[in-house]
């Protein structure tokens, strides 16, 4: 195949042995070219930054940057990278602030191979990826009916809309001219009304009920 329809691929993983793994699958594909790989959030979105790939395929808990907030600043900043989930957790507290974040995909580590490169090629399109595991997961959630929460305040709203975008404390409160422990109060109060303990579940919770368009 050309090089016009190569799928450009980067791994983010910090297991070596994964890592190693997934190269020596791919590499009898014709159509998809690992271009990059790192072991943490941080370096996978400097690599991507980087080599702009056409799928970032990741795991969720790595050490430093991980998880939704490395999903959502990756596609933030690479808005045509398309990422896929490949991990061991398929809990809701990992899936749905995942999907939340901007994945396009979530499988598990135990999924065939043809089933990970037929997932590669459909996230490269656009397509959505679920393993039967985590769609069912997902269904489930949005099936739920939504408790009600205490209503934001429009600051409150602010200080999510902008850690939805993947902003730090710090630079949420450059953005409003506020300080970090200001941020940081503000959160708290947004976790007390959401019933979440974090700003991934925050971000997924809030999309969920609608909060964030």
């Known amino acids: 195949m050309g090089d016009a329809v190569t799928v450009r691929l980067v791994i983010v993983d910090d297991h070596p042995v994964v890592r190693d793994g997934l190269r020596g699958m791919f590499v009898e594909q014709a159509d998809l070219k690992i271009v990059g790989e790192a072991g943490d959030g941080a370096e996978g979105l400097a690599v991507a930054v980087r080599e702009q790939p056409d799928v970032v395929l990741t795991d969720l808990r790595m050490p430093g940057l991980g998880g ?12 045509s990278a398309r990422v896929l989930v490949l991990t061991t957790y398929d809990g809701d ?24 490169f037929r997932a590669v090629r459909a996230a490269a399109v656009g397509e959505t990826v679920l393993s039967p595991a985590v769609g069912a997961r997902v269904l489930r959630r949005v099936r739920e009916p939504a408790p009600r929460a205490a209503e934001l305040s429009e600051r409150e709203h602010t200080v999510l809309r902008l850690v939805a975008r993947g902003a730090t404390n710090k630079e949420a409160a450059a953005a409003l001219f506020i300080s970090e422990t200001t ?8 976790y007390t009304k959401l019933g979440v ?6 971000v997924a919770t809030a999309y969920a009920r609608g909060l964030l368009p």
């Open 197 to 202: 303990s974090d700003r991934a579940a925050a």
């Open 183 to 190: 941020v940081k109060t503000h959160l708290a109060h947004i």
């Open 68 to 79: 939704a907030e490395f999903i959502g600043l990756l596609t933030a900043r690479v808005p």
């Open 93 to 116: 507290d990992d899936v749905l602030p995942a999907v939340a974040a901007g994945a396009i995909g979530f499988l598990l580590k135990d999924s065939p191979r043809e089933e990970v």
